[in-house]
């Protein structure tokens, strides 16, 4: 079975998971936006029971998406990297919501699974062939 490891900026913040994700998905929601500080978020989805945090503790902060599901996202402490999300939307509550930036040697040429909240995306970035297209995150 795969093993991956992951880690914020500064390396004081780390986790691991079994499995390869569920599923992949890139999220244009404005509030995704705000978190990466840039147009969408690249995220993994990993079943909770499989996901560890092996070194230091995160912080923890919530907001309430704008189609009204509270989410709750885990960060470094020290350098504020967003590591992992969850939230309490039914078919995501399973799922620790792992950022792809962070997990070390993440196969950057596998194609998301699908992509949320397009109503949101930045004009100049264009679909993903092949991949489904949510207007909202439904």
């Not at 404005?30 to 995160?58: H, I, M």
């Not at 902060?61 to 989410?71: A, L, N, P, R």
Request: positive net charge; aromatic residues 14%.
């Amino acid at each position: 079975m795969a093993s991956f490891t992951g880690s914020c900026i500064c390396n004081k913040l780390k986790f691991s998971f079994t499995g390869e994700p569920k599923q992949t998905a890139v999220c244009h929601c404005l509030q995704c936006q705000k978190l990466s500080g840039s147009a969408f978020t690249y995220n993994l989805l990993v079943p909770r029971e499989d996901f560890k945090w092996t070194s230091g503790s995160p912080k923890a902060g919530t907001f309430k998406q704008e189609s009204g599901i509270m989410v709750e996202y885990f960060f470094c402490p020290d350098c504020g990297t967003i590591i992992a999300k969850q939230t309490d939307k039914e078919d995501f509550k399973p799922f620790s919501i792992v950022q792809a930036g962070t997990v070390d040697g993440f196969d950057t040429k596998r194609k998301p699974d699908a992509e949320f909240w397009v109503s949101r995306k930045a004009d100049w970035v264009q679909p993903i062939p092949g991949v489904p297209q949510m207007a909202k995150f439904e």
